[in-house]
């Protein structure tokens, strides 16, 4: 077992985000009102047929429930000329306002400090602002501020206000209003409400430690079909993501039309689930620096969804240039000095070294047909990209499934290009399965070509699947998923990164399950497929090591590798049988034979346990030692990571 098979590629296992699930609003981003800008659209509609209708007030209602308080979203002198509503209040009785529902209520740790800001054209009020969160008629937290108090006026003569709330005790789903002490007229946008505790006033705390744990080699953002969007206008603009918080261009989001049929009249539970973009892509590079991931963002290459719509920008347009422009000016974003034109900008927004953006997808998932010219796409952005930055390694597709024709010829493609140098790093695949076809393709790359490398970009097992199904996130699927992944570690020489996706799911707000982490307005868990990842992140050595037996033996499947730096084999080893099997360790000689050799297990009572709010660790890694180092007891339905060393002296 000492022979080392292949090189493994540093950072190899790495993370997918899209915004799916409410995974950047409502989840990672730490904004906790809705529709803060009174911009949210509304969309309807089925494939090539999408509506979307202005619903500016959106999660506001009169406070207190019943109150006289008038609300209606106005135009004209906008505090933002991107997001030019505004919402026109006017009260009649002290301490009327307006609430926000705050997705299913707003959840507050005791003694936390939460930062409230807003925008506000006094027309007739010369009062005070009060906000607050009660439940039940009772206050946990309060702020005040009067309206002779706002600063940096701008044009429009709309004023800035800011004041913290510090929570009083723990509350769950309670209330968020903002009210004025005395009758009148006051016009306020950009209403935000932001936990003290959030990672650089950007990320929420838990979920960024979930995410900084996983120790992930690399990030790929912001998607997904967002990046292509449902409509061409819909898409996903980088662009758009660079301006102050409440200057970004507010978007419907692709997700928000899922699942619409004539049974629902095609109008989905989510049907307002909006982009702010207050995660925009200076946030997804400074999220991969804070969580040491090397930055993989996708390009649009001038598609809408495949599945979603046949709209497309012809390459011979002088609209096709924008979506070349664009990939050059993220180059420039992300490498270019402060004195360029988009490295000025990034510096500007408080980053003046470099992101060191290495990696860049072309197209979300995209394949080739009749109308779809994504080849001939493809070629144009390899050209014209390392024309201008030849030292950026390209992400190519090869769109959405590994059985179908589509995958077929796109591999053709990739393969006629094999000879030049550095036209495709590696080929996202992707895969959503039953448990059954990733056991029974753990040796999937084995006879795969080595001239040109994998990127297994999106994988899940699906147990079952459907939308809000925590408990579609099983064992079962979790030790396929680990099954398999044995097989890429095996054929590193080849799959040189690898992704499960989707990363983030909001209970009660999902779209798409299974998923790996899920949450609340209070707090998250990881599924058993999260705990697969971290083993695999944390455990990846140098270089792969030829075993003696056949990796795919008889519900057992392992793979094993070599870290130099601690002279470590790293044996990892999946017993996918429900009951206990036995493994012998031969060793080379000079291998650590002495007793208490220690190991990380993840198992489970049955194939279908899941993890839970309630239960967050049901089934999580425990520490196992072994007696007999030679003889190892894998236990029923577990996957065992074990780091063994070599004798002293």
Request: charged fraction near 25%; proline fraction near 4%.
């Amino acid at each position: 077992m000492d022979r080392e098979k292949a090189e493994i590629q540093k950072g190899m296992i790495g993370l997918f985000f899209e915004d799916i699930n409410y995974a950047a609003d409502g989840g990672l981003y730490a904004e906790m009102l809705e529709n803060r800008s009174f911009e949210f659209l509304k969309a309807t509609g089925d494939a090539g047929d999408y509506q979307t209708e202005y619903d500016g007030g959106y999660a506001w209602s009169a406070y207190p429930e019943g109150a006289g308080a008038a609300m209606r979203c106005a135009m004209g002198s906008p505090h933002s000329r991107e997001n030019p509503h505004y919402m026109r209040l006017q009260t009649f009785c002290p301490g009327e306002g307006m609430q926000n529902k705050a997705y299913d209520g707003i959840y507050l740790k005791k003694g936390m400090e939460y930062k409230l800001t807003f925008w506000a054209r006094c027309v007739r009020f010369e009062g005070d602002f009060t906000a607050l969160v009660e439940k039940d008629g009772v206050r946990y937290a309060r702020a005040d501020i009067g309206a002779c108090q706002g600063t940096e006026e701008t044009s429009s003569h709309f004023r800035r206000y800011d004041a913290v709330m510090k929570a009083e005790e723990d509350l769950e789903r309670g209330v968020f209003a903002l009210c004025l002490s005395c009758p009148g007229i006051v016009e306020l946008d950009y209403v935000s409400l932001i936990p003290g505790d959030a990672v650089c006033g950007i990320f929420r705390r838990d979920l960024f430690d979930m995410l900084k744990n996983l120790h992930p080699g690399f990030l790929r953002f912001p998607g997904g079909c967002i990046v292509e969007g449902n409509t061409l206008e819909n898409r996903y603009r980088f662009k758009d993501g660079l301006k102050p918080v409440w200057a970004r261009r507010n978007n419907w989001n692709r997700w928000a039309v899922h699942g619409n049929s004539e049974e629902n009249q095609y109008e989905s539970a989510y049907s307002h689930y909006n982009q702010t973009l207050g995660l925009g892509y200076y946030e997804y590079f400074l999220l991969c620096e804070l969580i040491g991931a090397r930055p993989l963002p996708v390009l649009n290459v001038g598609f809408a969804c495949q599945y979603q719509s046949h709209e497309i920008v012809a390459v011979d347009s002088p609209e096709f240039n924008e979506f070349l422009q664009d990939a050059l000016d993220l180059i420039e974003f992300a490498n270019g000095a402060p004195d360029t034109r988009w490295g000025h900008v990034r510096a500007q927004m408080g980053h003046e070294e470099p992101f060191g953006l290495e990696l860049l997808g072309i197209g979300n998932e995209q394949w080739q047909t009749e109308k779809a010219d994504f080849f001939e796409r493809y070629e144009i952005f390899e050209e014209t990209i390392h024309k201008f930055a030849p030292e950026i390694r390209l992400i190519g597709s090869a769109g959405p499934d590994v059985t179908s024709g589509r995958y077929t010829k796109a591999w053709e493609f990739y393969h006629a290009h094999e000879d030049r140098e550095n036209f495709v790093y590696a080929v996202d695949e992707h895969y959503y399965v039953k448990p059954e076809w990733l056991y029974e393709h753990a040796d999937f790359y084995d006879e795969y070509s080595r001239a040109v490398k994998v990127f297994s970009g999106e994988y899940a097992a699906h147990p079952a699947s459907g939308f809000n199904m925590p408990q579609a996130n099983t064992l079962e699927g979790a030790l396929a998923e680990a099954a398999f992944l044995t097989g890429v570690e095996r054929n590193a020489d080849v799959v040189y990164l690898a992704s499960y996706a989707p990363l983030f799911a909001r209970l009660g707000y999902s779209q798409w399950s299974p998923d790996m982490i899920w949450f609340d307005g209070k707090a998250c868990y990881g599924s058993p497929s999260y705990y697969v990842q971290q083993m695999y992140a944390c455990n990846m050595g140098d270089a792969v090591l030829e075993t003696c037996a056949g990796e795919k033996e008889d519900g057992i499947y392992h793979s094993a590798s070599l870290c130099r730096e601690t002279g470590e084999i790293i044996l990892k080893v999946i017993n996918s049988r429900e009951e206990e099997r036995r493994m012998e360790l031969e060793l080379p000689e000079g291998w650590k034979r002495a007793r208490g050799l220690r190991a990380m297990v993840l198992t489970g009572e049955e194939k279908n346990a899941y993890n839970s709010i309630g239960d967050p660790e049901k089934i999580a890694p425990r520490e196992r030692e072994f007696a007999e180092p030679a003889c190892i007891v894998l236990p029923p339905l577990s996957f065992m990571v074990l780091r063994i060393g070599r004798n002293a002296g």
